[in-house]
């Protein structure tokens, strides 16, 4: 069956004679590869198919649960490579990219997650997004709890204005809308509980 995605590029490898290797997430699929034969030849015509980019690929899936497709057409839909104007961005884009494909199951429905990396690029790369930019910590701790959350992973909060703020904070993850309000120092605490909680359930940072 031939179906079709949205996909962010979140590495990418020569493979075998002239082909790529693409690997990323997805929202239909989770973590994902594909492989773009003639992709070494024509990537230069072809910037879509380099890291940090959303496009919408093509591919034919038998649903037999791998996680390694062959493309077959993939078109452009979003350039966040801006982010490798500034350093310490691209650092941080870099580290969250690592830590979904570390830790994203394959094939899995992740729609969260996915909106959330979206948002942390359009952020990093300094696309307006209609509201004050976020910091580097605040994109780790948007896209950590949109992960968290979505995998079952993040607790319920000790009192119901902390469980009312990580939902809303979630939710500004999907949305690309301001986050919730909250003291500046509360940033640094809120990232160290999320690594705890990562450590916790044995994910790689």
Same mark, same amino acid.
């Given at each position: 069956?031939?179906?079709?995605?949205?996909?962010?590029?979140?590495?990418?490898?020569?493979?075998?004679?002239?082909?790529?290797?693409?690997?990323?997430?997805?929202?239909?699929?989770?973590?994902?590869?594909?492989?773009?034969?003639?992709?070494?030849?024509?990537?230069?015509?072809?910037?879509? =198919?380099? +890291?940090?980019?959303?496009?919408?690929? /093509?591919?034919?899936?038998?649903?037999?649960?791998?996680?390694?497709?062959?493309?077959?057409?993939?078109?452009?839909?979003?350039?966040?490579?801006?982010?490798?104007?500034?350093?310490? &961005? *691209?650092?941080?884009?870099?580290?969250?990219?690592?830590?979904?494909?570390? &830790?994203?199951?394959?094939?899995?429905?992740?729609?969260?997650?996915?909106?959330?990396?979206?948002?942390?690029?359009?952020?990093?790369?300094?696309?307006?997004?209609?509201?004050?930019?976020?910091?580097? +910590?605040?994109?780790?701790?948007?896209?950590?709890?949109?992960?968290? *959350?979505?995998?079952?992973?993040?607790?319920?909060?000790?009192?119901?204005?902390?469980?009312?703020?990580? /939902?809303?904070?979630? =939710?500004?993850?999907?949305?690309?809308?301001?986050?919730?309000?909250?003291?500046?120092? *509360?940033?640094?605490?809120?990232?160290?509980?999320? &690594?705890?909680?990562?450590? *916790?359930?044995?994910?790689?940072?």
């Amino acid at each position: 069956m031939i179906i079709s995605t949205p996909f962010i590029v979140l590495d990418k490898r020569p493979y075998r004679e002239n082909a790529l290797l693409l690997r990323g997430v997805s929202p239909d699929y989770g973590r994902v590869s594909f492989i773009l034969h003639g992709g070494q030849s024509f990537s230069k015509s072809a910037p879509q =198919a380099d +890291i940090f980019r959303e496009v919408e690929v /093509e591919f034919e899936d038998d649903c037999s649960g791998r996680e390694l497709f062959a493309a077959k057409k993939i078109e452009p839909v979003l350039d966040f490579s801006a982010i490798a104007d500034n350093q310490r &961005n *691209y650092r941080m884009a870099g580290r969250i990219g690592a830590f979904l494909l570390d &830790n994203m199951p394959p094939g899995d429905v992740q729609p969260h997650s996915y909106e959330a990396l979206r948002s942390v690029l359009a952020n990093l790369a300094g696309m307006d997004p209609g509201h004050e930019a976020w910091s580097l +910590i605040q994109c780790s701790v948007v896209l950590k709890s949109a992960f968290l *959350y979505e995998n079952g992973m993040l607790p319920e909060a000790v009192s119901p204005e902390q469980n009312i703020f990580l /939902e809303n904070l979630v =939710a500004s993850g999907v949305d690309n809308s301001p986050l919730p309000h909250c003291p500046a120092e *509360y940033w640094e605490k809120l990232n160290n509980w999320l &690594n705890e909680l990562i450590a *916790y359930h044995q994910l790689k940072k």
